[in-house]
């Protein structure tokens, strides 16, 4: 078997500078991986859409990863034809992992990619999957698919491996290079090749799953314990409501106890948290298993949109003038995927209000071609408002003045605060205020 592995890689231990890798899908996990990994191995980048392409050989990263000094002087070279990474001693695959529309996953991505891949690689290729899959998708769906386009029988003419990424859009402590990385191979030998890959590329250490399975369980079983913690918060904030209580006034307290979890309640969107969870739920109930726990943190989570809408129109009379601020599904990042402000946007219409909504982090054009919102320019020059709507957390709403919020409404308008970020700020006395 170690005969077909490429020379390349049995060279200085199996790993050398000359080492080529392939990433497929350059976004927000495949960019900063080929990124980091070429500062040691010589890393080509393939996507399909080409506007991406070309913006990156521009130096420009709309995903605000990798700035663009550090994007320049990297050596990965960038391409749209899948053919110019055929030399590839490793092809790592980073595609989206979706849900369709019934919420079951969507490997289409995966499926293309990998089919692509198999056209064009070499003998004894290495073929890494890095995109969140249920346990049994490298080895059951990517590896036939392989096999298939590129005549070769797995385990034998080329092998597989799972690596799980764990990256946080917007997190600049926990980066691709300082992260623990976990790795499996098809046999010893693959997960120690990939130990080496990996190693070289971050200082925060290499974990050797048991197999390929039980990598990508892992990597599932982190984000639905994320979703189902964020779940019993979003409960206990609805009861919270109902009592008059704030549940960050609780949450605080209940924190001051050692062993009490940090979560907070709000919206879950994204591309991971709100996603993978259905991952796991699937293959559970293809084996006959149903997740009742998993797929009630998820409803409950999914309807807390909805919830909030309902609880600031509470607050309000009439049909009101609403400005909503902030678009993205997380803080500090321009990522529009799966975000559930859409769900207060929505349902606030539905009951009649005027909404318009702000973020400067969002992509205009994104908004209106993917959302149907309009996204209003510039906070200045607002004003008539009879709600404001705290709805994500960017800095520039942090450290959004009084005066400058209230400049916006009528005096006795609603401060509507999602995620808590104006707990601290006094207002003047006509403000109504709602918070979790
Ligand atoms: N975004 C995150 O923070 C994060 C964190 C951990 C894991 N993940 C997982 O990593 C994977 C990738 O997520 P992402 O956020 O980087 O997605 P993304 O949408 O930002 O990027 C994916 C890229 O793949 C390209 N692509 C799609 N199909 C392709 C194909 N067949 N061939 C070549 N390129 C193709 C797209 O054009 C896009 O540029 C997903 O499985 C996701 O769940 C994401």
Redesign the pocket.
């Known amino acids: 078997m170690a005969k077909s592995i490429p020379a390349a890689l049995q060279e200085h231990g199996e790993v050398s500078s000359k080492t080529k890798i392939s990433v ?8 900063p991986l080929a990124i980091a990994l070429a500062r040691g191995f010589d890393v080509i980048g ?4 080409s506007e ?1 392409i070309d913006e990156l050989r521009q130096g420009v990263d709309r ?1 605000f990863e990798i700035d663009a000094p550090m994007l320049r002087a990297s050596s990965v070279r960038f391409t749209k034809d ?1 053919a110019d990474t055929r030399d590839a001693d490793i092809h790592i695959i ?5 849900v369709d529309d019934d919420s079951a996953p969507d490997l289409r ?2 499926k ?2 990998s089919a ?1 891949i198999g056209s064009i690689m070499k003998d004894g290729a290495i073929v890494v999957v ?4 249920y346990p049994g998708v490298t080895e059951d769906v990517c590896g036939p698919i392989l096999e298939e386009a590129s005549g070769k029988v797995s385990g034998e003419g080329f092998y597989l491996g799972y690596s ?6 917007g997190d600049k402590v926990h980066t691709v290079d300082k992260i623990i990385k976990v790795v499996a191979g098809q046999t010893d030998e693959i997960t120690d090749i990939l130990a080496d890959i990996y190693g070289a590329a971050t200082s925060g250490g290499i974990h050797r799953a048991r197999n390929i399975k039980t990598a990508e369980a892992a ?1 599932v079983i982190e984000n639905a314990q994320r979703d189902i913690n964020i779940a019993f918060v979003n409960e206990a904030t609805m009861i919270f409501q109902k009592l008059g209580v704030s549940a960050y006034d609780v949450l605080e307290t209940a924190g001051t106890k050692w062993n009490f979890l940090n979560f907070t309640p709000g919206l879950v969107g ?3 948290i709100g ?2 969870p259905f991952y796991l739920a699937h293959r559970a109930s293809e084996v006959g298993y149903f997740a009742d726990l998993i797929l009630t943190g998820r409803r409950i989570n999914d309807s807390m949109g909805t919830f909030i809408a309902d609880s600031i129109e509470a607050n309000l009379e009439g049909k009101c003038k609403i400005l909503i601020l902030g678009l993205t599904f997380k803080e500090n990042v321009p ?1 529009l ?1 799966n975000t559930r402000v859409v769900d207060i946007i929505t349902r606030l219409r539905e009951l009649g209000h005027e909404v318009d909504v702000h973020d400067p982090l969002a992509n205009k054009d994104e908004a209106q071609k993917f959302l149907n919102i309009d996204l209003i320019e510039s906070l200045s020059d607002l004003g008539g408002y009879d709600a404001i709507v705290g709805a994500v957390a960017h800095s520039v709403y942090q450290d959004l003045s009084p005066a400058a919020i209230e400049g916006m409404m009528t005096d006795t308008g609603l401060v509507a605060d999602v995620k808590g970020i104006w707990r601290g700020t006094e207002f003047s006395s006509g403000i109504k205020r709602w918070l979790l």
């Open positions: 497929v899908g350059l976004g927000y996990v495949g960019l393939y996507d399909l859409n991406r995903t899948i980073t595609v989206p992992t979706p991505p995966l293309t990619a692509s890095e995109s969140t899959v799980p990424e764990r990256i946080n859009p990597k994204g591309h991971c996603i993978d990522d995927r």
